[in-house]
């Protein structure tokens, strides 16, 4: 099983520009995978499906749509995004609880993409890791 993180996109969106990250193995983003879209979905998935599941691609940022929740509540930009950061978990800390989760289990880690569009987002992910 191949597990995709994302709240927007889905696998065949990450075909254009992944080739720059992983080279020839683009391809699989063609293939079949379960597609989850945030936290809590991402942990129900890994915990019963760990010893099936083969790949994981992340994405960082997960729900934080800062402009629909500031228009949708009447805030500003700042204060919608200064609360997300408070209620919404990333895919970083996905990637956290699979590293650990892994750890505990004494297995290895299935194989990692990040397909983030989210510079800062995706390094930081990338180097848990190293």
Not at 28 to 55: A, G, P
Not at 69 to 80: D, L
Request: proline share 4%.
């Amino acid at each position: 099983m191949k597990l995709f993180l994302d709240d927007v996109r889905i696998p065949s969106d990450c075909i254009n520009y992944m080739y720059k990250r992983i080279g020839p193995l683009n391809p699989i983003y063609l293939e079949e995978w379960k597609v989850v879209s945030n936290y809590d979905e991402f942990v129900q998935i890994l915990r019963k499906n760990h010893k099936d599941i083969t790949h994981i691609s992340f994405d960082h940022d997960l729900g934080e749509d800062v402009a629909l929740v500031a228009i949708e509540r009447g805030m500003s930009k700042r204060q919608a995004r200064k609360k997300l950061k408070k209620n919404v978990q990333s895919g970083y800390d996905c990637a956290k609880f699979t590293k650990q989760f892994y750890i505990d289990l004494g297995k290895d880690l299935p194989i990692m993409f990040v397909h983030s569009m989210n510079p800062v987002g995706a390094q930081n992910i990338i180097n848990l890791w190293k």
